[in-house]
């Protein structure tokens, strides 16, 4: 079982910056691939950036590659998305999941986290 927690979501202008993290229990952390998503309103959730459990390897989306930065430490047991350049498309529910296997955490079988809050505004 692992239990994840999101934070760092809020409001921010257009061109600003948010850090998400996402903390989860457990002392197996580090043998998990690791993934983000968001939903926004009237939207299904979709994948946004995955990490392997080693940080080796990284994946985003189209439209947030270059603004987003996925990244952990095992130490702390958190994951986290750096977000830059953001805009009013960023609007969403952000969501921390974990999984054995990045084909499982971009099939969204994985453990969840309650999500975070980001507004965007223009």
């Known amino acids: 079982q692992v239990q994840l927690v999101e934070s760092g979501g809020g409001l921010v202008q257009a061109g600003g910056s948010l850090r998400l993290s996402c903390a989860a229990s457990?002392?197996?952390?580090?043998?998990?691939?690791m993934g983000w998503f968001r939903q926004a309103p009237g939207k299904e959730r979709e994948f946004v950036a995955a990490?392997?459990?080693?940080?080796?390897?990284?994946y985003y989306a189209d439209s947030v590659k270059g603004r987003f930065t996925i990244s952990r430490d095992n130490v702390k047991n958190t994951i986290y998305l750096q977000m830059n350049s953001l805009n009013s498309e960023d609007t969403a529910v952000y969501y921390c999941?974990?999984?054995?296997?990045?084909?499982?955490?971009?099939?969204?079988?994985?453990?969840w986290g309650q999500g975070t809050q980001v507004t965007v505004s223009s």
């Open positions: 990490i392997t459990w080693s940080g080796g390897i990284t």
């Open positions: 457990g002392r197996i952390f580090s043998t998990y691939d």
């Open positions: 999941t974990a999984a054995r296997g990045i084909i499982t955490v971009r099939a969204q079988s994985g453990y």
